[in-house]
């Protein structure tokens, strides 16, 4: 699964998002006037090619469970843009985005509440059959099963109902109903995360098979960043409602720009211990800001080591730093400075340890 790296040549995006925003109303008193919003999704800026995996990954509440949701049309958009295939798709109503909803599908993160208990396996995976009026080739049941093949189920369990299977066979029961339609866009809330360890590696190696034999485009939401990185083809990484990174899998995990970044990157296990001695943990300080009243300027300059009085005034924009490599930082790692004549305040956001005992 390789991308090309030059604009010229890159086919045109499958999915792409302008200014992206989504802010939930908050509401107080008898009148229920508006008191605020949480800014769950600020801005954001990308596109998706056809046949590429994107991840998606960040903290808690960084806001990248609800940009699925908007991608997908789940949510309305409080501002911004989406085109799919060129078409803006941003405040299409129900009805009229029903035709797109076999071309966008969504996997969702827990298995055990996404599948209706009162119905079958066979009824759950033939449902977008029967809400968009498609009689397959061969007939209903048979391609059920045979999507039930496909995911590596037992055909046979046509029959049985959610409660009977594990919560990774739960799961794959998911991945074939958001596959009976053929879309050409899945979105995955994080797949894997509600699984046990030894099931995960199966889900994720089903996906990236199903990609290949079926040449579809992922965007894989993430908080594991061992998980993204066998499965993407670029990553962008999100902090408090906006992308803060996004670049090429390989230059991501090799030479990290922003100092968040660095920070996730340092926390991602390492089984050898004599790598683990060597390494530099990063320990954030403090916890994400509320995205109700978000700070200033730069988001992460609470917790940044390298802020400075820039960092607090000014927002940095996404900026291609590097070819394939954006970074929105006045003071990226392992790249020029942007902002050259400040320094660093004396109190640092993080302690380093150049041991750890885990």
Known sequence: MTVPEQATSSPEPLLKVSGLVKHFPIKKGLLQRQAGAVQAVDGLDFDVRPGETLGVVGESGCGKSTMGRLVTRLLEPTSGTIEFEGKDITHLNTAQMRPMRR????????????????????????????????????????????????????????????????????????????????????????????????????????????????????????????????????????YLGKIVELADRKDLYERPM??????????????????????????????????????SGCRFHTRCWKATEVCTTQEPPLLTLATGHQAACHHPENAADRAPAEKPGAEAARKVTKKTDS
């Open 103 to 238: 071309d966008v599908q969504m996997i969702f993160q827990d298995p055990y509440s996404s599948l209706n208990p009162r119905h079958t396996v066979g009824a759950i995976i033939s449902a977008p059959f029967r809400l968009q009026g498609v009689t397959p080739e061969g007939g209903v049941k048979a391609e059920v099963q045979r999507l039930l093949a496909l995911v590596g189920l037992n055909p046979e369990h046509y029959n049985r109902y959610p409660h009977e299977f594990s919560g990774g066979q739960r799961q794959r029961i998911g991945i074939a109903r958001a596959l009976a339609l053929k879309p050409k866009l899945v979105v995955a809330d994080e797949p894997v995360s509600a699984l046990d360890v030894s099931i995960q590696a199966q889900v994720v190696n089903l996906l990236d098979d199903l990609q290949d034999e079926l040449g579809l485009t992922y965007v894989i939401i993430a908080h594991d960043l061992s998980v993204i990185r066998h499965v993407s083809d670029r990553i962008a990484v999100m």
């Open 258 to 295: 922003h100092p968040y970044t660095k920070a996730l990157l340092s926390a991602v296990p390492v089984p050898d211990p004599r790598r683990r001695a060597k390494r530099e943990r990063i320990l954030l300080k403090g916890d994400v800001p509320s995205p109700i009243a978000p700070p």
